[in-house]
């Protein structure tokens, strides 16, 4: 079976400070993993995704995620926060197939202070 | 390029009467999700169409929810009767077929059953 983790359900950071969102996974097969954004009464925006290319993956606002495959990471960065990314963030494993399923992690909240 | 819509936005109902949802996805898209998310949680896939017909509803509670995309395009989720826990906010995604790694959300439809 294939799911995440998202090891902090809340994170708080200061503007221009780096942002760190972290995800593990497990999956018995080669995962595509993907980051979600959800901002409050919008749909989910998809920020970046891995399909198994290059292990850095740059996704819109600049962000960023790197797949580990030896620590079964896939961990969402930013180097300097804005306001306008407090949301919810939602990291995602798929498994590819004939009927591709997304199997999502449970978010993290992050909040961006003055 | 139009996104995903979804109406109505917002419903409030009473616990055993019924409820229904429409989704009109992107042009095109032959793919067609509904998802449960219920507050706390990721979103969970409740069901999956190719154009008419049905890829995976094995998470639909079928007593009770019904899902239909007559046409191949737009798409209907009910609700009969409606319990307290069915309160979450039900997004609908389209992709351009079962194998495409990217889905594209609506904005979804909360729901609040009292």
């Known amino acids: 079976a294939q799911s995440v983790t998202q090891l902090d359900s809340h994170v708080s950071v200061s503007e221009g400070t780096p942002v760190l969102l972290r995800c593990n996974y497990s999956?018995?097969?080669?995962?595509?993993l993907f980051w979600y954004v959800q901002h409050p009464n919008k749909g989910l925006q998809l920020l970046l995704k891995?399909?198994?290319?290059?292990?850095l993956v740059k996704g819109i606002n600049g962000f960023e995620a790197e797949f580990k495959k030896s620590e079964t990471s896939f961990h969402l960065t930013k180097p300097s926060a804005h306001m306008s990314d407090a949301a919810e963030y939602f990291c995602?494993?798929?498994?590819?197939?004939?009927?591709?399923?997304?199997?999502f992690g449970t978010g993290t909240r992050l909040q961006v202070t003055l | 390029e139009a996104g995903v819509a979804q109406s109505p936005r917002y419903k409030i109902i009473e616990k055993r009467q019924s409820v229904a949802f429409w989704c009109n996805p992107i042009?095109?898209?032959?793919?067609l999700y509904w998802y449960q998310q219920i507050l706390g949680q990721g979103p969970k896939l409740l069901i999956q169409?190719?154009?008419?017909?049905?890829?995976?509803d094995s998470q639909l509670p079928k007593d009770r929810f019904s899902a239909e995309r007559l046409k191949g395009v737009d798409s209907t989720l009910k609700i009969q009767p409606a319990k307290l826990e069915d309160s979450a906010v039900y997004l609908c995604?389209?992709?351009?077929?079962?194998?495409?790694?990217?889905?594209?959300f609506g904005p979804g439809t909360r729901l609040t059953v009292l």
């Open positions: 891995y399909t198994s290319a290059a292990t």
């Open positions: 995604a389209s992709s351009l077929s079962p194998e495409a790694d990217t889905q594209y």
């Open positions: 169409f190719q154009n008419n017909g049905v890829v995976d």
């Open positions: 995602v494993v798929m498994l590819t197939g004939t009927a591709s399923k997304l199997t």
């Open positions: 999956s018995s097969y080669s995962p595509s």
């Open positions: 042009s095109g898209h032959a793919t």
